[in-house]
């Protein structure tokens, strides 16, 4: 999701932290988005970069099957936190719920930012394009519709 944001436009991080809420993100899933220089251009945005817990990188490290340590990382840290995970990837879908993770699509994010008036109808369906043309695999024309 991060990285779909990044690559469409990436202010609308901004506008999500200021009219819905904080936005945090792991630091090993930072590390994974070529599309920025440093994290300070997330923190710019009004992301909260953190640092998982020692317990959960071990587990994340212990752990198999089909997420990445990222994602494990990912759905641990959220589970400690009680943070809503906002993710397309089906399996780390998969995994949250039967976690109890609560759960966003990142373009339920789009749709809560323009019914809280952080964005005009227009402008977040010009941004669910461009995230569908940056993430086929994921976001279908059909999801866009």
Known sequence: MLIDFIK???AVLELVVKHIGPLH???PIVDEVN??????ELVALGLIIIEPEIE?????GGRSGPLSFEDWLCLLTAKRHGFTCVTNDKS????????????LWGLE??????KVGGIPGKEAQ???KSIRL???????????S
């Open 25 to 27: 993100v792991t630091s």
């Open 126 to 128: 010009a941004l669910a």
């Open 134 to 144: 940056s993430n086929p695999k994921h976001i279908t024309e059909k999801i866009v």
């Open 35 to 40: 599309e920025i220089d440093n994290e300070n």
């Open 56 to 60: 959960d990188a071990y587990a994340a």
């Open 109 to 114: 994010l789009v749709a809560e930012l323009h």
């Open 92 to 103: 780390l879908r998969k995994l949250c719920k039967q976690e109890g993770v609560s759960l």
């Open 8 to 10: 469409a436009e990436r």
